[in-house]
């Protein structure tokens, strides 16, 4: 089955640092890639949509400066939290959208299983 | 403004009780309609999902959703729930143009209590 992965799992940085999120899909290919953040007991706030070799596209009230996202190929993008603060403190996960569709259903998204960050 | 409404935030049952998640969404146009879930610890995995046609989806695990378009639902059910159902289940909701970004709902915890 298609599976994707997220690096690290778990990070604990110091304010004012930089967090680089990897997000890998494993055994398929991937056009688009969307990331997304869960505060604790809420749901996932789609933050950015990113389309390999182009420009993310996000959210309103997401900070494109602040949250760099980089779909270098098909197979892996990366967020970077830019000057972390402790308000950045949350659950972040990617989704990998397949470039085949013929082998998947249509718009059939793949979850990452998150990465804490935690900012002190 | 589009939204996804879940109304049960926290549901507790007994082992092979029913089970049934609401959820309405505010979209005009067309949507695909997804329902997920997120055992704990673990990532979050389709559980069934409606594009088109037969507006009872079945999915994995026994589930089952109805779409009802002229109330903008598609409610999660399964007859007999498990121990094992305990989870976390989100609606979710995509426009058919907008590359499959998803707007996901609140959520509902579910306990099922042996």
């Known amino acids: 089955g298609a599976v994707v992965s997220q690096h690290p799992s778990r990070v604990i940085c110091k304010s004012g640092t930089s967090v680089k999120i990897e997000c890998r899909s494993l055994?398929?290919?991937?056009?688009?890639m969307f990331w997304y953040r869960q505060f604790p007991k809420q749901s996932l706030m789609l933050m950015a949509t990113s389309n390999e070799g182009s420009k993310a596209t996000y959210e309103q009230g997401v900070e494109k400066d602040k949250f760099l996202i980089n779909h270098a190929s098909l197979t892996l993008s990366t967020l970077t939290v830019t000057s972390a603060h402790p308000e950045d403190s949350s659950f972040y996960i990617c989704s990998a959208r397949p470039r085949v569709e013929r082998e998947y259903s249509y718009n059939e998204q793949f979850f990452g299983p998150g990465t804490r960050l935690t900012v002190l | 403004a589009q939204s996804v409404s879940q109304h049960n935030h926290h549901v507790i049952l007994s082992e092979a009780a029913s089970l049934e998640l609401g959820c309405n969404y505010s979209y005009g146009g067309t949507v695909n309609l997804f329902w997920y879930v997120q055992y704990p610890g673990q990532h979050l995995q389709l559980l069934l999902k409606y594009f088109s046609g037969d507006p009872l989806v079945k999915g994995i695990k026994g589930f089952e959703a109805e779409f009802i378009k002229s109330k903008f639902s598609f409610n999660l059910r399964k007859p007999s729930v498990q121990w094992s159902d305990t989870a976390e289940y989100f609606c979710?909701?995509?426009?058919?143009?907008?590359?499959?970004?998803?707007?996901f709902g609140a959520g509902t915890q579910v306990v099922v209590t042996p």
């Open positions: 979710a909701v995509s426009k058919t143009d907008s590359w499959g970004k998803l707007q």
């Open positions: 055994d398929f290919q991937a056009t688009t």
